[in-house]
């Protein structure tokens, strides 16, 4: 083909973003969002979370041998210099007092489970409950005094 031809044409790349931009114009940004949400969980359905990790993981480590550490610090300091303002330093000691709250109550669970762990094989004699004893669970008939 001569360059007469190809007059007028344009590249895949720039179809696609002029149709793109096309339909952000006629049915919005939430289109795009509604869409993307779909297609999130469709994957996430098929490939489940591990590929997300996975995929996020490579990319954060692309992104880390490009730019360095020190663009993780540096976007974590405006990221956290945003929320500040947004929603003012009483925030963080809000979210801090939650956190430590519910790392209480999750010291406590596992503790209380811990005793009754503890407890379980003192109290049923040895034997753990919700277990038969062998002649029961093998099938045999029960002699005198087994059929409690």
């Known amino acids: 083909m001569s360059d007469k031809d190809n007059k007028g044409s344009m590249t895949v790349a720039e179809a696609g973003r002029k149709g793109g931009e096309t339909v952000r114009n006629e049915r919005g940004r939430e289109f795009y969002e509604t869409i993307g949400r779909k ?88 034997a753990q409950e919700g277990n038969a004893p062998p002649a029961a669970s093998s099938g045999e008939t029960a002699g005198p005094g087994q059929n409690e």
């Open 39 to 126: 297609g999130g969980a469709t994957v996430k359905a098929e490939r489940g979370r591990s590929f997300y990790e996975e995929i996020g993981r490579k990319g954060g480590e692309t992104v880390k041998a490009e730019r360095g550490a020190k663009f993780y610090e540096e976007i974590g300091k405006k990221g956290g210099d945003r929320v500040k303002a947004t929603r003012g330093p009483n925030f963080y000691e809000e979210i801090g007092r939650k956190g430590g709250q519910k790392v209480k109550k999750l010291i406590e669970e596992g503790k209380r489970a811990a005793r009754a762990a503890m407890a379980a094989p003192q109290e049923g004699g040895g």
